[in-house]
Structures are given as C-alpha cells and as structure tokens.
C-alpha cells in the first residue's frame, strides 16, 4: 500500500517546481501536488515503512534526500519545509491538510518570501582570551595560604573570562541583528575544537541579496578585536524556519 512523503510546501503559482529533477527519499522521484491553491513536494513510499530505524546510514541517505528536495525548492522561490518522516496515507489526506492549514501555509510562504536563513557560531582562541583578559597571577609557593590565594585567583579568572565571553556575545549578536530582518542568539556548548570556545551562536534572517554584506558586517567586527583571535563560521542559505510554530 503506497502513502505519500511530504518535503514541503511551495506556491502553487510557480511552474518551475513541476520539473524537480533531484531524487528523493529512497531514490523516489518528486512529484508535484496541487490542492487548495498551493502545491506539496511528495514522493510515493510504502505505508508500512519506518521512518525512526536504528540504521545510521539509511537514515542519512534519507534526510540527505529531504534536504535535498527543499534546497531544489528553496533555489526557486520561497518554501515551507515539512518535518523530516512527515508521510501521508493518500493524496485525499494530504488535500485535507492542506485546505484545513491552507491559511497558515501561505503566510508562511508570503513571510518568508524574499528572505534567507543563516547559522553563525563565532570561537576565539581560548588560551588568547585568557591571557588578555587576565593580569597575570602572582603565585606564591610558600605554605597553604599561598596555594589557597592561588586557587582563589584562578576561580576569579574563570569568572571574568566567562562574564566577558557572555558580554561579548550579547554585543556581537545586538551588532548583528542590526544587518538582519530577525535575529536570535541561541543556547549553545562552549566546547569546540582544541583552543577554539565557541562564543556565540545564532540564527539571522535576511535578505536574499544581503548575504555579502551581513558577511562583511560580521568580518568587521571581529576584525575589530584581533587581540582574542575570533573566528566565525556561516552556514547557509536556508529556508527561513517558522519557529513560531508555522512550520509544517
């Protein structure tokens, strides 16, 4: 028994999307599905097929296919991306959900329309941002005393370094946001590789046309402060995620 895989959904206005010539989930090809004046990306799949095995590869074959499948799309025009495993039992189905969250699916398009998504996480050097940050501490091997002045130094080093971290980061992302259409700092680990820390991460939505320049605004600034040895790495462009639960 066939269902159907929904990728996403696309105006229906757009013949380009009638030509996708990507491979889908499985191999699949991609279908256009038109129902309440928008069109859905589908592939058919089995209905009885799993979507949350344990095999690793397969998994990653699949969800190298979906996001394959949403950058065709996304290359074209705007595009409300489904949620990885969203399979349908009938076209009937899909049709009805697509009627009864047709509203919600065109402002969706018609809000992102225009704009693209980017990652940024920004290290610095975290043996360089202690040691400019830090005076030097004067260790005194003589006695107890001396050990515990030390280890009460380099507590309230830790801390310094870490309230200057999170400073910078809220001036990073305040400096940022200002070149994009929305912009949110997200929770993160501080570990990265080796010396590097990660000291900010975030989501900036902007204009397709803007990257260059959101590109050069964040090379400015950590070129403004060369001492902590910043870096930073954009990953996209992106559909725009609907985090205000627009997504499908």
């Known amino acids: 028994m066939s269902a159907r895989y929904v990728y996403a959904i696309v105006p229906a206005s757009f013949p380009e999307f009638d030509a996708i010539d990507a491979a889908g989930v499985d191999d699949m090809p991609v279908d256009v599905f038109r129902a309440a004046g928008l069109s859905a990306l589908v592939s058919v799949v089995n209905a009885d097929e799993t979507w949350d095995e344990n095999d690793v590869d397969r998994i990653e074959a699949r969800l190298r296919a979906h996001q394959r499948i949403i950058d065709r799309a996304f290359s074209v025009g705007p595009v409300v991306p489904t949620r990885f495993g969203t399979v349908l039992p009938s076209t009937d189905v899909l049709a009805d959900w697509m009627a009864r969250e047709g509203d919600r699916l065109r402002g969706g398009l018609a809000r992102t329309d225009g704009l693209e998504e980017w990652t940024l996480t920004v290290t610095w050097d975290a043996s360089e941002a202690y040691a400019t940050l830090v005076p030097p501490l004067a260790v005194d091997a003589m006695g107890g005393a001396g050990y515990l002045r030390a280890r009460a130094a380099e507590r309230d080093a830790a801390e310094t370094v870490s309230r200057r971290r999170d400073e910078l980061a809220r001036e990073l992302h305040q ?53 902590l040895r910043l870096r930073a790495e954009l990953s996209g462009p992106w559909p725009v995620s609907l985090v205000d639960g627009d997504g499908a």
């Open 175 to 227: 400096r940022f946001a200002v070149a994009a259409r929305l912009a949110e700092q997200q929770p993160h680990s501080f570990v990265a590789d080796g010396e590097a820390e990660v000291v900010l991460h975030g989501r900036y939505v902007i204009e397709r046309d803007g990257s260059a320049r959101f590109a050069d605004a964040v090379a400015t600034a950590l070129d403004e402060r060369p001492e």
